[in-house]
């Protein structure tokens, strides 16, 4: 078993978490390189706190505490506008003051914010390209997670999260 800590960006602390936890159960995004026979253990969820990551240090040593394995920066903290100028400070941290290995990004990046990056320019600005190129290497997964398609709640309430 993993045990996974999730850090999301503070622009969206309110979030429900839906695409990171469909991700998760449905070995999607970053979560695809899990075994799927491997259970994965959501050990922690928390908003870095705002820029500059005011909760980071503590929300990073308080998931290792209960056991986590590995943190992941959410794919939130690439998909706001701009993406968070922070984030390679935030992955260094963890790994060389907290200690644990850190993968940014969780779900599949959706198609419409690709789009709008794209076209705005700001991923290829920031120099967050890098981070951005696993989660939206797949289009037919893009396309699954962007909400604003059409009849999109409708398509995901007639499904089950995990075949």
């Not at 939206?136 to 995990?162: G, I």
Request: charged content about 25%.
């Amino acid at each position: 078993m993993v045990k996974v800590g999730v850090i999301i960006c503070d622009r969206n602390r309110t979030c429900t978490g839906y695409k990171c936890f469909k991700a998760i159960a449905n070995r999607e995004g970053m979560f695809s390189s899990y075994p799927k026979s491997e259970d994965i253990l959501l050990v922690g969820w928390v908003a870095c706190g705002g820029c500059p990551g005011e909760r980071l240090e503590f929300a990073a040593a308080d998931m290792k505490k209960i056991g986590a394995d590995v943190i992941h920066l959410a794919s939130c903290y690439l998909a706001g506008y701009p993406a968070c100028p922070y984030i390679g400070d935030h992955k260094d941290y963890i790994e060389n003051v907290v200690g644990l290995p850190v993968v940014i990004g969780t779900h599949p990046m959706p198609q419409n914010y690709i789009d709008t990056h794209n076209a705005i320019g700001d991923w290829k600005r920031d120099q967050v390209e890098k981070f951005v190129k696993p989660l939206a290497s797949d289009p037919l997964a893009s396309r699954k997670y962007d909400s604003t398609r059409p009849n999109y709640l409708k398509e995901e309430s007639s499904k089950k999260m995990v075949d």
